[in-house]
C-alpha cells in the first residue's frame, strides 16, 4: 500500500488536502475536510500546521489499517478549519450533483459565491472561516450588496445590482447559512440576528389597476 498527502486547488486560492491511496492495484481518493489557507499571518500559518498534521496523523492511521476506526472531524473541527469560501463551494457541487436544482438556480448561488468573493476581498477577508461568521460579517456583506458591487454584466455593467437581485442574492445567503446551521457546521445563522432594517427588503411591485 502507498498513501500520498495531495492538495488540491480551490477557486478562492486555498487548498484542500486529500489521501492518494493505491493499493492492490486499485487507486482511491479519501477527502479530509482540511485546507491550506494562504499565510499572511502568525494565525494562518498556525492553521495550515495544524491542518497538515491531522493529515498526517490519518495517513498513519490508513498505514495502520485502521480506517474503520478512524474519528470523523466534530462540526467544530470543521467549522475552524473550513474557509466560507470552500463551504459555499461545496454546496454548490452537493446541489449540482442532486440533479433536481434548476440551471438557473444553480447559476444565482454562483452569482451570490462571486459577489462574496468581490467582498471579502475588498475587505482582506477571503481566510475567513465558518467559525469566525457573525453579524458584523453579513452586516458588511448585505452593506455591499446593496451599494458596494457593480455588476460586471455586459448590459449592466457597472451599475448597483436591481433591488430585486439584491433581494435574490441575500436570501440565497440565507438559504446557505439555514443549511449549514441545519447540520450543525455552525452553531447560529448569523442573519438571524439582523432586523428588518438592516436586510434588504423585498421591493414592492406595483401594478397597472
Excluded: W
Excluded at 479530509?32 to 495544524?50: A, G, M, S
Excluded at 473550513?82 to 433536481?100: F, H, M, Q, V
Excluded at 449549514?180 to 414592492?204: F, Q, V
Amino acid at each position: 500500500m502507498s498513501i500520498e498527502i495531495r492538495t488540491r486547488n480551490l477557486r478562492n486560492g486555498n487548498k484542500s488536502l486529500y489521501l492518494d491511496i493505491y493499493e492492490n492495484g486499485k487507486r482511491r481518493y479519501e477527502t479530509l475536510n482540511l485546507y491550506l489557507v494562504p499565510e499572511i499571518d502568525d494565525d494562518t500559518k498556525r492553521q495550515n500546521k495544524n491542518a497538515m498534521a491531522k493529515a498526517v496523523a490519518v495517513k498513519s492511521e490508513r498505514m495502520l489499517g485502521i480506517e474503520a476506526e478512524a474519528k470523523p472531524l466534530t462540526n467544530k473541527e470543521i467549522a475552524a478549519s473550513k474557509t466560507l469560501l470552500d463551504a459555499i463551494d461545496e454546496y454548490i457541487s452537493e446541489k449540482e450533483a442532486a440533479g433536481n436544482y434548476s440551471k438557473s438556480g444553480i447559476r444565482n448561488i454562483k452569482q451570490m459565491r462571486h459577489i462574496m468573493s468581490r467582498y471579502m476581498e475588498r475587505n482582506h477577508l477571503t481566510s475567513t472561516r465558518l467559525l469566525e461568521l457573525d453579524k458584523k460579517f453579513v452586516l458588511g456583506y448585505v452593506d455591499f450588496l446593496r451599494k458596494g458591487y457593480l455588476s460586471e454584466s455586459s448590459c449592466n455593467n457597472g451599475e448597483i445590482l436591481a433591488p430585486s437581485t439584491q433581494h435574490m442574492i441575500q436570501n440565497i445567503f440565507n438559504t446557505f447559512l439555514k443549511a449549514i446551521h441545519r447540520r450543525g457546521t455552525i452553531p447560529s445563522n448569523p442573519m438571524d440576528r439582523l432586523d428588518s432594517r438592516e436586510r434588504i427588503a423585498k421591493p414592492i411591485v406595483m401594478r397597472d389597476a
